[in-house]
């Protein structure tokens, strides 16, 4: 065994199992007796179903039942709950309109679930699906959030007027007022933040059992949350206490912040379980998965920054619409909110910043958080924002970051929107990237590719991100209706083994082996020794989940705490074997030692006296050894630093090449550095792929036009660059382990260092600012706008 | 998908002879076409009749004038095949390029002309190149083989068996490739041998591959990129959707021939 601690890069323990065919994924799964599910879905955007005729589809071969939203209705089954209640301006609640899990009534999105048959196999249950007959009144749809906003646009809720879920605003409108009126120059933007479709590699699935001897119910689901899926669905939606109910959530491949909600289909296979007294499973295909998994992003925003004559940041307005969907996804509320608006100090001084949110409903799929979720969205306006306020001041794009840098040692740091930063050296974090990115040297690259006809231009860009979510009594505060800590139970096993049950949920970041790190780190035993267990309801207490790049400073500081419960109370044990002061045992190396001595006892020596206690101070002391901690972070952590991007353009074809990436991170501590480039990698190429290729198009009927993989442009391995990546580390300090989180930088870092290098690879041609996605057609047309400008000249 | 029967006849006679007793029948080459259709559901064939089970309708053999490839030969082994490289070179490397390994695996020239989907490569190809179609029945040449799109002049009965290509002095093809599903948004065959000078543009036209005449008479005239400097692509039949407008696509039909002119030589 090499070094296995922190700080080193352990191959990833998972990857044999992922990468040789071995892992179980939810459709792995097959149950004795089992049915499949096959969701009829909604083909119009928004219609009002007048009848439906299930007649034909029950007499179809093979198939056992046909529900609709009916069915579920008259069994009491709730709508899908949202997690998160934002309250508008005057302080009365958002707009909440229910969520049935079929339709009722009406349909809201192209996709939206209509009936579902259950039958011997998919085939037949397909074949039978088509036999429903729908009777639609087809309306006009609201399928833009411009749509939507229109004077008499068709409402996607009967009884929610101008389609407005909620009209939030956060900070000082008088302040920033306040900073226009002596502002030097005012740097104004307009932007589209690009809507995103996930698309994990493994579509969703979920199969529900039901048994009638105990009337337990189990559902094995592709979530990144069982526990809160349980809670969710167990006590809003299907009426089954939480004893009676088991979440099970696999191996599950990808997530991304799109498995984190409670789906219909889970809440539609549990309850058919039961109603059939059969296994019932569901697995969407890629179609399903395009038109039913939670999209990301798509906002319209306009801001303006206040500027002082040295270009310093006087104060920072921002407008911003939301797309919020058909219906209110489980956290959706909060992603434009408290999740976005809260970052727009990024890592500068700004002393006044004010935003207005207005979310919307549109008949378009639901709208949640997607890798970085609002962050993204705040550090792309915020970003872009800057540059051009370089353009107006005529000032250098790195020198007015500078200028404006929250200075180290101002931590902690309050913004003026809410929240405080504990730590961070945004210079040096620049400072890094710009050398590793050979910046200074650029105009000879540039000069270099012009020779070749070919446009080269360089961006950057220095975010800041909050994760690591969240304290509970804050986001309660804020409207959260769950608490965000984090549970760990260790259990050492007789002979010194350790299992280790984690409430966070692994799916691709690499949990199996950065948490078994941590273990050997803190007990001295080798990795071989651990395990992690994680995604059971049933095994694990209850945990919230992965998302918000918070398994580690979260999770993990749960499993800190409870290995201090261990050694604790192993010390005790050690110092009666060794009959001495527990204040006198030193833990070390995996050797309880009386200090100063060569007496000692091993971690096994102590395991196996704590499950076979003869000798043992069984007055004072319980048997056994495992502990079980929670963990409520204090503060959000703060991961930043400074992405730079260049690209080269090919003028004749608009086509833009990223030809290098550099991303120089403060992820805090780094636990394992292979898994921490690895996130960051993966991060910067969903990144490139909402800044160049990817985007999600409606019709004006609400129809999806970039519903499969022919439209709608995932990144490839040859879209991408090499991509560097550094690590400039301050820690976190307010938790044990000084981690701050790395899942999502790469996403938020990216899309404005891309779109700052096309934008400056275009300078002579008269733009200031390009939305996502930088597609080639979008470039061939400014290049040939200015050609035509030059012609007439 | 729906049921449906499935044969897998040893000769081409056998293969017509099943089409022809069932209209509702078709054939299977490697699917990678075919195969999403029916899973999507949107045919219906009664019978698929599965032509990997007849010899004769693989293989590549190059005389010193042309280059037959049969109906059934894969993407992959014409991007390998060193014969088809020496001959036409601008052939192979198009295969090289048609979507991913497993799609060039399966896929089959037969099958992709048969489709004539108007965003694939080939059948800039045959049309550039002059090539003649050989099928069950007759010859047929490349001018009158593209009827529109998604149609050829193939009939319900008819099998393609293989295309023969004359072995062009000169040749080359430049694809732009559809960002999201990297079929041709715009692809050029340009070409000048015994068939005459001839462009051929796939992924463009509203109604599949096309000639394009007026670059064919000013390289006819002057074979060189320069030649084809000004001259524009009516945008009117050319495809509009979300990846590219008409004016966009007319655009990069200019660019992608001057870049073919300029590889071919
Ligand atoms: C992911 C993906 C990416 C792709 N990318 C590209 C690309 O970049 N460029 C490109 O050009 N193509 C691309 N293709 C299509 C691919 O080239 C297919 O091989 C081709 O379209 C059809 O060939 P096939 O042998 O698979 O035909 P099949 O799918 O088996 O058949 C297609 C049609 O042709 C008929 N047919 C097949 N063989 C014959 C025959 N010998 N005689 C008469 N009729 C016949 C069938 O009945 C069917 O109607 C892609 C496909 C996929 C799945």
Redesign the pocket.
């Known amino acids: 065994m090499g070094f296995e601690g922190i700080g080193a890069s352990v191959r990833r323990r998972e990857d044999l199992r992922f990468l040789s065919g071995r892992g179980t994924y939810t459709d792995d799964i097959n149950r004795p007796n089992q049915t499949y599910a096959v969701i009829l879905r909604s083909p119009h955007a928004h219609a009002r179903i007048r009848a439906i005729d299930t007649t034909r589809a029950r007499a179809a071969p093979g198939v056992l039942a046909v529900f609709t939203g009916a069915d579920m209705a008259a069994d009491k089954v709730g709508g899908l709950p949202c997690g998160w209640q934002v309250k508008n301006k005057d302080g009365s609640p958002m707009a909440e309109p229910p969520h049935p899990v079929l339709a009722v009534g009406k349909v809201r999105h192209v996709g939206d679930p209509v009936a579902v048959v259950i039958a011997e196999t998919k085939a037949e249950a397909r074949d039978a699906a088509e036999r429903i007959t729908i009777e639609w009144e087809v309306l006009p749809a609201a399928a833009t959030i411009e749509a939507a906003l229109q004077p008499g646009a068709p409402l996607v809720h009967d009884d929610v007027p101008g389609n407005v879920c909620y009209d939030w605003h956060l900070g000082d409108k008088a302040a920033v007022e306040a900073g226009f009126a002596k502002a030097h120059k005012v740097a104004r933007l307009e932007l589209v933040n690009n809507r995103l479709i996930p698309n994990a590699m493994e579509p969703r699935c979920a199969v529900g059992e039901y048994d009638p001897a105990t009337g337990d119910y189990t559902l094995w689901t592709t979530s990144q949350n069982p526990h809160v899926i349980r809670l969710l669905m167990g006590a809003f939606v299907l009426n089954i206490p939480e004893h009676k109910l088991r979440v099970v959530a696999p191996d599950v491949g990808g997530g991304f912040g799109s498995k984190i909600y409670h789906y219909a289909e889970e809440a539609i296979v549990t309850w058919a379980a039961g109603k059939l007294k059969r296994p019932v499973k569901w697995t969407a295909d890629r179609t399903e998965s395009f038109m039913s998994d939670a999209h990301g992003r798509d906002h319209v925003t306009h801001a303006e920054l206040a500027l002082d004559e040295h270009g310093r940041f006087l104060a920072l307005r921002v407008r911003t619409l939301a797309n919020m969907g058909a219906y209110l996804s489980t956290f959706a509320p909060c992603v434009p909110t408290y999740l976005y608006a809260t970052l727009l100090a990024g890592v500068y001084t700004t002393p006044a910043i004010y935003a207005e949110v207005k979310a919307v409903f549109t008949n378009t799929v639901p709208v949640d958080a997607y890798r970085g979720a609002g962050r993204p969205e705040a550090t792309f306006l915020l970003e872009r924002l800057v540059d051009i306020a370089a353009l107006e001041m005529g000032m250098d794009r790195v020198e007015i970051r500078r200028r404006n840098f929250i200075p180290k040692d101002a931590f902690p740091y309050q913004t003026p929107v809410a929240l405080q930063y504990d730590s961070g050296d945004y210079h040096r974090t620049l400072d890094e990237a710009l050398q590793a990115s050979g910046w200074h040297t650029f105009e000879q690259r540039r000069a270099e590719a012009a020779r070749r006809g070919k446009l080269r231009g360089i961006g950057i860009s220095t975010y800041i991100e909050a994760c690591g979510i969240a304290p509970s009594a804050v986001v309660g505060s804020l409207g959260a209706r769950a608490g965000l800590y984090e549970v760990a139970n260790i259990r050492v096993n007789p002979t010194g083994s350790i299992t280790v049950f984690t409430g966070t949920h692994s799916h691709g970041q690499g949990h199996e082996t950065t948490f078994a790190q941590l273990i050997a780190d803190r007990f001295g035993v080798p990795m071989s020794q651990v395990e992690i267990v994680h995604g059971d309801t049933a095994k694990v207490p209850f945990g919230m989940g992965t998302y918000g790049s918070r398994s580690l400073a979260v999770g993990g500081s749960a499993i800190v705490k409870a290995s201090d419960k261990i050694i604790a109370k192993a010390k005790r044990i050690a110092a009666h074997l060794l009959e001495a002061s527990v204040d006198d045992i030193e833990f070390k190396d995996g050797m309880f030692r009386v200090a100063g001595t060569d007496r000692a006892k091993s971690f096994a020596e102590v395991s196996l006296a704590a499950y076979v206690p003869h000798n043992y101070p069984i007055e004072e002391l319980e048997p056994g050894l495992e502990e079980t901690a929670f963990y409520d972070p204090k503060n959000f952590t703060f991961p930043a630093g400074c992405h730079i991007c260049e690209v080269e353009i090919d003028p004749e074809t608009g086509e833009v090449e990223v030809v290098n990436f550099t991303a120089v991170d403060d992820v805090g501590r780094v636990i394992n550095p292979m898994i921490v480039e690895g996130q960051v990698q993966g991060g910067v190429a969903q990144g490139i792929g909402q800044a160049l290729l990817e985007t999600c198009v409606y019709d004006d009927a609400g129809q999806l036009l970039s519903g499969s993989?022919?439209d709608y442009t995932m990144p490839r391995a040859d879209d991408l660059p090499d991509i560097r990546v550094g690590t400039a580390v301050t820690m976190c300090t307010h938790n044990p382990l000084g981690v701050k989180g790395c899942g999502e930088v790469g996403a938020i870092g990216a899309p404005p260092a891309v779109i700052g290098a096309v934008v400056d690879a275009l300078r002579d041609w008269g733009v200031r600012h390009i939305d996502m996605p930088a597609t080639p057609q979008k470039i061939w047309r400014i290049i040939e706008a200015g050609r035509q400008r030059r012609a007439a000249e | 998908m729906y049921d449906f029967a499935y044969h897998r006849p040893a000769t081409v006679a056998e293969a017509v002879k099943l089409l022809a007793a069932d209209p509702e029948a078709?054939?299977?080459?490697?699917?990678?076409?075919?195969?999403?259709?029916l899973k999507q559901r949107l045919?219906r064939?009664s019978a698929?009749?599965d032509?990997g089970a007849i010899p004769d309708?693989v293989g590549i053999a190059v005389s010193a004038t042309t280059v037959t490839i049969r109906?059934?030969t894969?993407?992959a082994a014409v991007a390998a095949s060193a014969e088809v490289k020496r001959a036409i070179p601008a052939l192979a490397e198009l295969a090289s390029?048609?979507?991913?390994p497993?799609?060039?695996n399966?896929?089959?020239?037969?099958?992709?002309?048969?489709?004539h989907?108007p965003?694939?490569?080939?059948?800039a190809a045959v049309l550039a190149l002059g090539a003649t179609v050989h099928?069950?029945r007759r010859r047929i040449a490349a001018d009158d083989f593209f009827t529109g799109l998604f149609a050829t002049a193939?009939e319900p009965d008819?099998?393609?068996?293989a295309v023969e290509f004359p072995i062009p002095e000169k040749a080359a093809y430049v694809?732009f490739?559809?960002p999201a599903?990297?079929?041709?948004m715009v692809g050029v065959f340009v070409a000048k041998g015994p068939m005459g000078v001839r462009v051929a543009v796939?992924g463009a036209g509203a109604h599949g591959v096309f000639r394009h005449a007026a670059m064919e008479e000013a390289l006819a005239k002057s074979w060189s990129p320069e030649a084809l400097e000004g001259i524009t692509t009516p945008a009117a039949d050319l495809n509009n959707d979300i990846h590219a407008s008409r004016e966009y696509r007319a655009h990069l039909v200019g660019v992608m021939a001057k870049r073919a002119v300029a590889k071919a030589g």
């Open positions: 993989m022919m | 078709k054939v299977i080459s490697g699917g990678m076409s075919l195969i999403p259709v045919a064939p698929l009749i032509l309708l109906g059934r894969t993407h390029h048609i979507g991913d497993q799609v060039r399966r896929g089959t020239i037969g099958g992709s002309i048969a489709h989907d965003t694939a490569d080939y059948p099928t069950s193939l008819e099998i393609v068996t694809k490739p559809n599903s990297r079929y041709a796939t």
